[in-house]
């Protein structure tokens, strides 16, 4: 049984696009792999953020997982915080990194020149710079086969295939497992409603942009609305020319489990408002059973979402804390070898 990694950064309310390019994708790989999944609350400290706020963000998407139908019984959902041996192989990867690649990276350069203060000082936090190598610690620590990533994280995995890679020529020792990217090809990119070219984010300013999985029925109904079409009124996928609708196609062929083909011929005789009434209808049917079990896991059953992510966290620190202690040993570290 192969093992796979992955988690969702706690910053800002999940969105439709984190279901159908991350968590909808969990649902099928519990089922034949062994699934680790977390909530990446660290990573949420990379930009400022309210203590509430960060907390409350780690209890809704922790429920969320659950309340979308990961199975405790069949994955392991833990806070990355509760294993420490992710910040400890995070620093000893960035030992081994070099600020030249860290610099390179697209989202260090996007985020990084967003910094500029009123009296045009850049302060860029480092934990931006240093994010690609506790993500690969994330990863590495748990000799993954395999992380299904969205398109725009290929480059902070193909930077933890070279840190891998380098440590186990640096050592001559087999310390960590290559792993195998995977890329959701059908629903590997929800892009914004106001702005189709750019990908649905949790953290845009323009609410009108984004649904959340929050998101009421009358919420949903009003962005899915004034959703950016065209003026051609023609239903077709075609995401360099029509980029909205091809959004709207690729919502609801992700939703109903239709291929684009099949989403094409039952909307080719229907103008553009038949297709967001269907949106809205397959969205809403989605997220209302969803809704109802994340806030009673919140409320009432908060307990047994403690008691689900505290057993989580207990499998993974067993398996990262035996191979951090085996990399500090490899690489010296410890002066008394700690059990392997």
Known sequence: MAR???????????????YLGAINNFLK?????????FVANLHGLTLPIKAQALKENIRDIAAWYFAAGIMPNKTHIFIQSDVLAHTQLGYVLLCNSYVGELERMTQYKDKSQKMTNQNKTISIPTGILAYPTLMAADILLYDADFVPVGIDQTQHLELTKTLATR????????????????????????MSLQDPTKKMSKSDDNLKNTIFLSDNKQEVTDKITKAVTDSENIIK???????????????????????????????SNH?????????????????????KKQQ??????????????????????KIATKKLNFVENIIGINFIEKEK
């Open 237 to 267: 996928f075609d995401p360099q020319r029509k980029p909205g609708v091809s959004n709207l196609l690729t919502i609801y062929a992700s939703i109903t489990n239709k291929n684009i083909k099949t989403c094409e011929q039952y909307f």
């Open 29 to 37: 790989l519990q089922e034949k792999h062994e699934l680790l999944i």
């Open 271 to 291: 103008n553009y408002g038949f297709l967001k009434k269907e949106v809205i209808k397959v969205i809403n049917n989605l997220l209302e059973p969803m809704q």
């Open 167 to 190: 440590m186990n020529n640096t050592y001559k020792t087999q310390l960590f497992k290559v792993p195998k990217i995977i890329v959701d090809q059908q629903a590997q990119k929800i």
């Open 4 to 18: 796979i990694i992955s988690g969702i950064t706690s910053t800002g309310k999940l969105t439709l696009g984190n």
């Open 296 to 317: 009673a896991l919140i409320n009432e059953k908060l307990s047994q979402l403690v008691e689900y992510l505290q057993q989580g966290a207990a499998f993974a620190n």
